[in-house]
Structure formats: C-alpha cells, structure tokens
DNA sequence: GCACATAGTGTCGAAAAGGATACTGTTATG
DNA sequence: CATAACAGTATCCTTTTCGACACTATGTGC
C-alpha cells in the first residue's frame, strides 16, 4: 500500500479501523473518493473541484489511491490527452464511510469550519 | 483545532468531509476514539492497547483529540495520578463514522493486513 | 529516606507529507 | 511553423509528524 502512517497496524483490537483510514488519510483522498461516487471523472476535471491542490499532489494521490485498489485509472489513447478515474467496486464499498464523514462534517462543520483562520487565498 | 492538515477546508462540496477526517487522522487518533467508544478508560490503560505508541504520542494525540472537543480528561487529586479519558457527546457522535470504518477494516483488511507490507516487528 | 506507581515532559533527530514553480510530450488546428 | 489542450513530471524546499530516550513530580508504604 501507498501510506505509511498506517500502514502498521501496530495496534489490535481497533487495527481495522486503522486499516480503514489508513487508506483515506491522505491530504486530497477522502475529497477524490467522495467526488468520484458522483461518477467518473478526469483529471483536471477533479482538479477544478480543489484548486489548492497542484498537479503533482492530485496526481500522487491518485496513484496511491489506485495503487490501493480504491479507484480506476483509465487511460484513452488520444492526443488531447484523456484520463478517466472511476472507483472501484472496492472503493464503492468505501460509500458508507464517506457518508458517514459527510453527514458527521455537515452537522458540524460549524464548530471547526469558518469562525476564523481561513486562508485568504482562494478557499474556492 | 489542533490539526492542520485538514484544516483548511480547500474543497467545497467536500469540505465537510475533509473536516471530519482531519479530526480523526492522526497516526493513534481513530484507535483511540473506537477504544474509548467502549467507555472510560485511564491513561495507561489506553497506552497498553498499543504499546507501540510512545507515551508522548500518546499524550499529544489525546490532548488534540481533548482540544477538538472529542474527548473529554478528568483529572483526579490523588498521588499515584489518575486520570480519566472519555468521550464527550461530539465524540460519541462520531460512532457512525468509526463504525463504518471498523466494519470496512473488517471486511477488506485482508487485501492489506497481512499479504504484504507489515513489519516483522511487533505487530501485537 | 527510598523505592514505587501514574501520568506525564523535554530534547533531539529522522522521515514523511505537502507545496511552489517550471517544464514535458503529443497531435490537431490555424 | 506556432499555439493550444490535457495530463501529467522534475526539482527543490518547508512543514508536520513520528519516534527514541531520558527525565519529572508527588504522596504512600516499607
């Protein structure tokens, strides 16, 4: 697997859910899985949806995403080129947890999100 | 809150989701939560479910999770100190989300675990 | 007056993750 | 021939995280 900081599994009884999160915890990862349960996407077209994110982060998560197994990669031999990401039957199988994230920030999103300390940058 | 890495919430419609992992994502945090999920427990007590985790990792990732409103650290005035984690009602609420992750561990970890990849340490 | 138990701290260093910025390759189009 | 589109790469650097190891404080029991 592509992660390191959980890859060990060093404890017992809540090792699995280790395993889980080990897999999602990357900067970037938990967003792509979620934006792909609407549907294949490509590249840049994941990329409009976190314009933090460069190329070279997107495309590292990517590959530890697939590498994981959690997403396909799906090249078209075109000139312009086309890359489609897709998840897995592995990585639909990450829908509930996701949902549950989801539901879990949105109803809470208010006690951490806004109040202050947001960059000034472009927070999209 | 204590974490950065997810702080910032550079992702719009799954920013939510990237807050609630922020939370959790720290190397002990989610073990930490699923264990306390099964009540109260004291310091060492928390510690010797993973003994690979050094007892100022373990101090850090607890008052993150304390400072994050997750948790909540009782002292009591006695001289053998004694101190009590538990999790509050925000961290309760988080059951769903480690729930799916257990239950996903569970199921896949199989793909992960053990095939390749863990050190030859211990792995408790 | 000394060791013991519990719940930590402090310091240092290595590794991993993340980010900024610039550059590549390939064809189709004008 | 120059440009543009897409999906990346390459290089370099900063920040964050993790870990090893040793050390602290304080009442109690011997």
Same mark, same amino acid.
């Given at each position: 697997?592509?992660?390191?900081?959980?890859?060990?599994?060093?404890?017992?009884?809540?090792?699995?859910?280790?395993?889980?999160?080990?897999?999602?915890?990357?900067?970037?990862?938990?967003?792509?899985?979620?934006?792909?349960?609407?549907?294949?996407?490509?590249?840049?077209? @994941?990329? $409009?949806?976190?314009?933090?994110?460069? #190329?070279?982060?997107?495309?590292?998560? =990517?590959? *530890? /995403?697939?590498?994981?197994?959690? @997403?396909? $990669?799906?090249?078209?031999?075109?000139? #312009?080129?086309?890359?489609?990401?897709? =998840?897995? *039957? /592995?990585?639909?199988?990450?829908?509930?947890?996701?949902?549950?994230?989801?539901?879990?920030?949105?109803?809470?999103?208010?006690?951490?999100?806004?109040?202050?300390?947001?960059?000034?940058?472009?927070?999209?």
């Amino acid at each position: 697997m592509a992660k390191a900081r959980h890859s060990r599994f060093d404890c017992n009884p809540g090792c699995s859910v280790e395993a889980a999160i080990g897999l999602i915890d990357g900067k970037w990862k938990s967003i792509v899985l979620w934006h792909l349960l609407g549907g294949t996407m490509r590249f840049n077209e @994941i990329r $409009r949806t976190m314009l933090n994110c460069t #190329p070279r982060m997107l495309t590292k998560q =990517l590959r *530890e /995403l697939e590498e994981d197994g959690l @997403i396909v $990669r799906k090249v078209y031999a075109q000139v #312009p080129p086309k890359v489609e990401y897709s =998840l897995s *039957e /592995l990585g639909r199988s990450m829908e509930p947890i996701l949902s549950a994230l989801k539901r879990w920030g949105d109803a809470n999103i208010g006690l951490y999100g806004k109040p202050q300390g947001h960059d000034p940058r472009e927070a999209t």
